[in-house]
C-alpha cells in the first residue's frame, strides 16, 4: 500500500551550477583515500594494513575496535602509502595509490533467483567481511548500523531535494537488476516494510516504479523533502526504542552487485556542480577520489564533497567522501561587501524577506550564482521561530538547540533527537540569523544521548 505525502515546509536553494544528465570523461586521480571521518560511530579504528601493503578493492584497511567483524575495506586496489594520523595518533586517511587497472577481491556469486534461498546469517558474513555492511545507516543517531538489531522498517529515498543534488534515476541508469538484488538482500534484515520513496512532483523512474517487495510512496513538496530523516517523521515515526535502517539507493545497487558478481565495487556517476566546475555533468569515480585534477574557473574555489548545506569543505586537494555522490565547487566568500546585506540586491539569495526583498520580488526562478560569505559572524542565540518555518516535522528545533546546549536530556528525547540527524537542521543552519554552528551542536547531542 502506497502513500503520498504533501510537504509544505522548507526552502528550495536554486543555485547555479547543477550538473546535466550527460557523462563526461575527467583524468582519473592517481591517489584515493578511505577516512574514517566518515563513518559516524567509528570512533576507535585500527588499522589492518601497512605503508607499502598492496590491496584489492574490498580488501580490509581498518575496523572499529569494538565491532571487529565489521570490516571497512578499500575502494580500489594499489599500494598502501601513506597512513595520516593526527592528535594522539588517530587515523585521519588511509591513502592508497591506484593500479590502473582495479582488481577485486572474490566474494561469494547467486544468481538472481538464488538470492531468495540464502540464509540471513550468509548475507551478514559477506556484508561485514566485505565492506557492503558500511552503507546501512541507523536511526536513531545515523550511524553504521547494528547486525545485531532487527529494524522495524528500512527506508530508501530515491531522490535527493538538496541544492544541485544528482538524479539518481540517471546515476542507476542500467543496474536495475543490482538495484532489486539489494532491496532482496536488505528485506532479509526486517520483517517490517521496506519503503521505497520518491519524487511525488516528477515521473517516476522505470528504475523505482517496477522494484518489487517494496512500498512505494511519493513524497512532495521543497528541501528538505528528500531527507529520508523527514520521510520517516511521515510515513513511520520513530520512538525511543525504535530502530530503523536507511540505505542511499547507490549503496543499494553496491549491495546487489557484492551478491550478483562477488565484488565490491564502490564506483558510481559523480554529479560534478557549482558554478566554478569548467564542465558540469557526472563521471565516473570510486568513493575516496582525490579531486585534484577536476577542471575548474578561478584560482579561489571551495572544494566540497556532498552539497552546500551539508557537505565537507576538502579543498583541491581533497577527498570524495565515502557516501558522497556529489561534488560542488563554489567561489570563496573571502571579499567584503560595501555595506552588506544593507544594500538592495537581486544577487542575494535569502530566506529572509528583510535581507532579500528583491529577490523574492524578483521570481523563484533565479538561479543564484553563491558563494562561502557567511556575511556576518557567530553571535548569541536569537530566537527568531523561523527554524520551525523550514523543518517539516513535528518538533521545535529551537528548544531542541537549546536543550542540547544545556545538556538537558530528558528534554532533547522529548524534543524529538531520536528523528534527526545533521542534514535535517541543515536548512535550520542556512536561515539562522545568528550563524551558529547547528549541525555540529546537534551531532554533540546525538553523542550525549547515545553515550548515555
Known sequence: MSQTIKLKKGFDLNLAGKAENKTIDVPQPDIYALKPTDFSGLNRPKVTVKEGDNVKAGSPLFFERNVEDVLYT???????VEIKRGAKRKVLEVKILADKEIEFEKFKTY???????VSKEDVLEQLKKSGGWTNIIQRPYGIIADPNDAPKAIFISTFDSSPLAPDYAYVLNGQEQYFQAGIDILKKFTAGTVHLNVDGKAEVSQLFSQVKNVQLNKITGPHPAGNVGVQIHHIDPIAKGDVVWTVNPVGVALIGKLFLEGVYDTSRLVALTGSQMKERGYAKMYAGACLNKLAVEGSENRFISGNVLTGEGVGQGGFLGYYHNQITVIPEGNQEEFLGWIMPSTKKLSFHKAFGMLTFLNGKSKEFKVDTNTHGEERNFVVTGTFEDVMPMDILPTYLFKAIMAEDYDD??????????????????????SKNPLQEILREGIDLIKEG
Open 74 to 80: 578499500s575502494p580500489v586496489s594499489g599500494e598502501v
Open 111 to 117: 544468481s538472481a533467483s538464488e538470492i531468495s534461498g
Open 412 to 433: 532533547m528525547e522529548a524534543l524529538g533527537i531520536y528523528e534527526v540527524v545533521e542534514e535535517d537542521v541543515a536548512l535550520c543552519e542556512f536561515v539562522d540569523v
